[in-house]
């Protein structure tokens, strides 16, 4: 199946659009999918970070707005 969607052509904010409607329609599934090992991993080590204090965590607006900076 190919539902190839050129991107070249969106704007930041489209792309973001397409995101979260995609996110939206993932979310409504009822389809169980796993995550493989290579992202446990990642959000183990996120994890560590916070609360080692390393890093922080934003809002989807906080970090929403920051992508819509960039596009500008």
Excluded: F, Y
Aim: some cysteine; overall charge negative; hydrophobic content about 40%.
């Amino acid at each position: 199946m190919s539902n190839e969607i050129s991107l070249d052509g969106l704007t930041v904010a489209e792309k973001v659009q397409l995101l979260e409607r995609v996110w939206s329609e993932l979310c409504r599934s009822t389809i169980d999918v796993s995550s493989p090992d290579w992202h446990r991993e990642i959000l183990e080590e996120r994890q560590r970070r916070l609360l080692s204090g390393e890093a922080t965590v934003s809002t989807w607006h906080e970090a929403k707005a920051r992508l819509m900076k960039l596009g500008q």
